[in-house]
């Protein structure tokens, strides 16, 4: 079972007037959809786009894992466990909320900053926050979140290399094309892969994918 999501089709959010463009892949906020409300352990797969200045102020979040990865400028970042921290392209941040923590995000540089946000919902609830920043993360490299039961693979395949798709796996495609059978890919298309055959991505030119591969099946 495969399912193909267009960028087009993402649910569109923000404060226009706050600088704050925000698009999601699930049911978010008031955009609700009993049909779209997750997919395994992804709650939410949103695209924030920040003009200078603008952000997010303090808020909380709990029982949410949530990876935050940086495709255009800089993310600011800071939480009441008393992280402060600047995220770049090529960089994974990872927030764990367990029983409740606050955090703000903002765009606190000259131009604009694009990141993917991507909460996960944990397999036990509570616990303490945790946090983690990795800088420059390699091709093919795995980050484990044991907490979600998932493993998230940062891809950037050249032109004309094969990318394989784990069997039960959500993928989020970041820059460049690929092609997905006789489906064409390109920026804020994602896949919903719950078993069945085995799928492989090709790419067209040079392109960047994050692919959640789940220990316990999709829901």
Known sequence: MMSLHRAADRYRG??????????????????????????????????????????????????????????????????????ETVVRPGDLQYLGAADGVRHVERNAGPGPLVFVQMWLAPLAPGGDPTYDLVRGIADATPYDLPAAGAVLHVRRPAAGERVPVPETSYLHVVRGRLTLGDEELEPGDSVRAGGGSALELLATGPAEVLVWEFVTPAQ
């Open 14 to 83: 923000g404060d226009s007037a706050a600088g704050i463009d925000s698009r999601h892949a699930f049911s978010f906020g008031h955009h609700y959809d009993p049909d779209n409300l997750r997919f395994g352990p992804v709650l939410a797969c949103n695209e924030e786009r920040l003009a200078p200045g603008a952000g997010f102020d303090e808020h909380p979040h709990s029982h949410t894992e949530i990876v935050t990865w940086v495709v255009e400028g800089e993310l600011t970042h800071s939480d009441t466990a008393g992280h």
